[in-house]
Every structure is written in structure tokens, then in C-alpha cells.
């Protein structure tokens, strides 16, 4: 499965079907910051006739990942948790991190 228009390509091992089959599922991301790859999660997960009941992340950098989440699925973005935050950063001058503006 790819996410259109991206070059992320996602895969489930055919031998974990049937032990996701009647589970609760959650999809899990390291960090979610534009939301194409937790979207390509779940298009492939459609796609497996899966359907989860969050999405964790170990960040969650700035709000854009919101609208797109949303062309998915209304639900999501309440039904999606991070256990840190952060702003988009980018570099300054001196060489240190500064939240874009």
C-alpha cells in the first residue's frame, strides 16, 4: 500500500491476518507531523478490513497532521494520542532549535 502521491510504502505480513482478526487494534507511530504516514496506515488497514480504535504516537509535532486525519475520518484526531507534543522546529543562527513561527 501506497499513501497517493508519497513514496511511503507500509506492509502487513500476510501470517498476522488472522491474529489481528476480531482484536482491538491500535495503530502505533513514532511521530506523526504531516499525518501521510499514519494515513497510509490506515488506508492499509481498510484495506485488511481492520479497523482500529486509536492511534498512539510518541510525538505529536505541531497541529498539521489534523485536517488530513480528518479527510479520513472525522473521529480521528479525538481518538488519536501522543505522549509528548512538540512545535515544528527549525534551526537558528547560532545553531540552536527554535519553534517556527
Same mark, same amino acid.
Given at each position: 500500500?501506497?499513501?497517493?502521491?508519497? *513514496?511511503?510504502?507500509?506492509?502487513?505480513?500476510?501470517?498476522?491476518?488472522? $491474529?489481528?482478526?476480531?482484536?482491538? +487494534? =491500535?495503530?502505533?507511530?513514532? +511521530?506523526? !507531523? !504531516? %499525518? *501521510?504516514?499514519?494515513? =497510509?496506515?490506515?488506508?492499509?488497514?481498510?484495506?485488511?478490513?481492520? @479497523?482500529? +480504535?486509536?492511534?498512539? @504516537? @510518541?510525538?505529536?509535532?505541531?497541529?498539521?497532521?489534523?485536517?488530513? $486525519?480528518n479527510?479520513?475520518?472525522?473521529?480521528?484526531?479525538?481518538?488519536?494520542r501522543? +505522549?509528548?507534543?512538540?512545535?515544528?522546529?527549525?534551526?537558528? =543562527?547560532?545553531? %540552536?532549535? $527554535?519553534?517556527?513561527?
Amino acid at each position: 500500500m501506497t499513501s497517493s502521491g508519497h *513514496t511511503k510504502q507500509l506492509f502487513i505480513d500476510p501470517r498476522m491476518l488472522p $491474529l489481528l482478526s476480531g482484536k482491538r +487494534v =491500535a495503530l502505533i507511530d513514532d +511521530v506523526i !507531523s !504531516s %499525518g *501521510t504516514s499514519i494515513v =497510509a496506515g490506515l488506508n492499509l488497514l481498510k484495506l485488511c478490513n481492520i @479497523a482500529p +480504535v486509536c492511534i498512539g @504516537a @510518541a510525538m505529536l509535532q505541531s497541529s498539521r497532521w489534523i485536517p488530513l $486525519l480528518n479527510t479520513v475520518d472525522p473521529r480521528w484526531p479525538a481518538f488519536t494520542r501522543g +505522549v509528548i507534543r512538540s512545535p515544528i522546529l527549525k534551526l537558528d =543562527a547560532m545553531g %540552536g532549535w $527554535l519553534p517556527e513561527s
